[in-house]
Each structure stands twice: as structure tokens, then as C-alpha cells.
């Protein structure tokens, strides 16, 4: 079952001038930023866990662009953020 041309039927893109879902989030955790990455550290701690580390590499990537679009990037504002690491081809 692949996703065929019927599945984003009625999805419009998004206009000029909306929010995506990102920017909601960050809006609501203005000031929280701290909060909201420990909350990001414990659901891949959990993910982590359920398994076995099997995907650790790429839990951490994905923890390391959430935080990093909610705003706990570890950088200063007018920082730029490190490039995300790529994975070795295998």
C-alpha cells in the first residue's frame, strides 16, 4: 500500500502568510524552550529504548533538528547552527 496520487487529494499547500506547525509550537513555547528540550531528550530516550539503540544514529539527528526548529538549538540568536552531521554511505 504506497502512497498514490489519491492520498493528497484535498491537501492544498500552504499560503502565503500561514503558520506551519512549527511555528504554532514555537509560539506556544516561547520561553520554554528549556522545558521543551528535555521533553525532546526523554522521547528519544524512550525511543532509544524501545529498540535497543537500533536507530540511535538517527534519533539523535532527529532530536537534533527538533530542538533545533523549536529554538533549543544551543546557539545564540544571529547564530547560525552547525550543519547536521550526514551519515556514512554504507
Known sequence: MGAGPGCWKGLEPRKEGQMSVFDKLKG???GHEDQAGKAVDKAGDAVDA?????????VDTAQ????????????????T??????????
Open 81 to 90: 547552527p552547525p550543519p547536521p552531521e550526514t551519515p556514512p554511505r554504507q
Open 50 to 58: 524501545r529498540t535497543q539503540s537500533k536507530y540511535s544514529r538517527h
Open 28 to 30: 506556544m513555547l516561547k
Open 64 to 79: 537534533s533538528q527538533l530542538k533545533q526548529r523549536l529554538g533549543d538549538g544551543g546557539t545564540e540568536p544571529g547564530q
